[in-house]
């Protein structure tokens, strides 16, 4: 099974702050690699898809990047709808499987 | 409009098996794999395994191999998942969800459905 690592696993930021979050694969997925946005209560939703494409109306702000084994999610300006905890996915291959998840938290 | 909804809560006691239904809307059922999700309480997410709308072709994560059958229904377009053999540990809510085309990313969400299992 590919294993996906997420870090940090929580952080606390400030509307307005640049945030990263990154994920690691345990084995090379190419660009199959996509990110969710989940907040409490509340079913996951896509935010990116095959590394970097933006899902139909999430915000700009939202943006991904790398390839094969290490990859980034960022938001660009953080704002209070954005507190959530966020996870990886890969879809390479199966089993599917997710990251640990990143808690992102008000500062 | 498009979505997907989910049978009602369960409660249910440890050997016993549970049947979720999903029932998609507004988009065409057959295009597309459909996964199920599960997330324990205050835990992760966790695949579980997929089905094809089209073929009913299905792919069972191994932790669920035997225990867990997925099946379809295309006249009403909705999707089952059953899971036999409940142990508490299996209390959690249980998400269907669309696979896009493109890179089976989970496009389209449930609103989840919470099964407890309680002696």
């Known amino acids: 099974d590919i294993q996906m690592t997420q870090s940090p696993s929580s952080l606390s930021a400030s509307v307005g702050d640049r945030v990263t979050i990154t994920c690691r694969a345990s084995?090379?997925?190419?660009?199959?690699l996509n990110w969710y946005q989940q907040k409490p209560g509340k079913a996951p939703k896509l935010l990116i898809y095959?590394?970097?494409s933006l899902q139909s109306g999430v915000p700009s702000r939202f943006s991904g990047s790398g390839s094969g084994t290490d990859f980034t999610l960022t938001i660009s300006s953080l704002q209070p709808e954005d507190f959530a905890t966020y996870y990886c996915?890969?879809?390479?291959?199966?089993?599917?499987?997710f990251g640990q998840g990143t808690n992102v938290e008000i500062k | 409009q498009v979505q997907l909804v989910q049978s009602g809560a369960e409660v249910k006691k440890p050997g016993a098996s549970v049947k979720v239904s999903c029932k998609a809307f507004?988009?065409?059922?057959?295009?597309?794999?459909m996964h199920w999700v599960r997330q324990a309480p205050g835990q992760g997410l966790e695949w579980m395994g997929w089905i094809s709308a089209k073929s009913g072709g299905t792919n069972y994560a191994q932790k669920f191999q035997g225990r867990v059958t997925m099946t379809r229904d295309t006249s009403i377009s909705t999707v089952y998942m059953e899971v036999s053999w409940l142990r508490s540990d299996d209390t959690a809510v249980y998400y269907c969800?669309?696979?896009?085309?493109?890179?089976?990313?989970?496009?389209?969400w449930g609103q989840g459905t919470t099964v407890t299992v309680s002696s």
């Open positions: 507004g988009y065409t059922f057959s295009g597309y794999y």
């Open positions: 084995q090379s997925i190419s660009n199959y």
């Open positions: 996915q890969q879809s390479s291959s199966v089993p599917r499987t």
């Open positions: 095959g590394v970097s």
């Open positions: 969800v669309r696979g896009n085309r493109v890179y089976d990313a989970f496009d389209l």
